[in-house]
């Protein structure tokens, strides 16, 4: 399993976690940039079984988003997925299936942007892989001629996928409604290990310490924090790797226990 990256997405910490304290940013440095931002990382997992090839989440695509005032996060931008992809050694045409945690534009880029000098997206061969109350509930987005635009784009390549269901050898569906209306987590087994690609279900490690604090970008801000909860339970479980696709430098990782808590422990 491979992080493939795409781009990055600055976050408004006060705005992006409103149950934050200054003091907490203040006693936490590590977590901000030089500006005082949170760093989150934008791109997708591959996932690979011999000559099979599947990608969970498909990045924020070729696009560039400014800061704007009243957005709880700052500026976003993505496009290197599939260059990415390449070092990899893997070329978007072999890749079966796309499976997407959610529906927010940033992990479904390269699903409906066309791909560079074409007027497709990239992945021509894969089958779009969607938690079935997420693809249902779609009319929760809000329906702007863009949304429209995306949702025609995803339509004719979308399979529905159902709570448990295995979607790729290995890989299970498990559906976590909260920070959507159908977001999902992929657990992904072998080798007596297991790896969970928690989507947005986690945006930061610091999240870990603290599954209480949801992100203004929750649907159900008490529903996504009891998820959380679960999760850090679930990933502190022996042979438990998690994949955090926003966690920045600190995508893969383990939850361990300290005398404070629960702590997210990265690893290469």
Request: hydrophobic share 40%; net charge negative.
């Amino acid at each position: 399993m491979s992080y493939v990256p795409d781009g990055a997405v600055r976050l408004k910490p006060r705005a992006w976690l409103p149950e934050t304290t200054d003091q907490v940013w203040a006693d936490h440095p590590e977590y901000l940039d030089e500006a005082g931002e949170l760093v989150a990382s934008v791109g997708g997992l591959l996932v690979e079984q011999g000559e099979r090839a599947l990608l969970i989440d498909a990045g924020f695509g070729p696009m560039a988003w400014p800061s704007e005032p009243q957005n709880p996060h700052s500026a976003i931008h993505g496009g290197d997925l599939l260059d990415n992809l390449a070092v990899l050694g893997r070329r978007p045409e072999e890749i079966e299936a796309v499976a997407f945690t959610h529906l927010h534009i940033d992990h479904i880029g390269w699903a409906w942007n066309p791909a560079p000098g074409t007027a497709e997206p990239a992945f021509t061969r894969a089958e779009y892989l969607v938690a079935e109350p997420e693809w249902t509930g779609r009319e929760l987005y809000p329906m702007t001629e863009e949304n429209r635009a995306i949702v025609a784009v995803l339509e004719p390549k979308v399979r529905t996928v159902a709570d448990g269901e295995e979607v790729f050898p290995g890989v299970h569906v498990r559906i976590t409604q909260g920070h959507t209306h159908g977001h999902a987590v992929y657990t992904v087994t072998g080798g007596g290990r297991r790896l969970i690609a928690f989507g947005d279900a986690l945006h930061s490690p610091i999240q870990v310490a603290h599954p209480e604090w949801s992100a203004a970008s929750d649907h159900d801000p008490v529903h996504a924090a009891n998820v959380r909860r679960e999760l850090v339970a679930d990933l502190a479980g022996p042979e438990t790797i998690g994949f955090g696709i926003h966690f920045a430098d600190a995508v893969f990782g383990r939850v361990r226990q300290n005398g404070s808590g629960a702590v997210w422990e990265p690893l290469d």
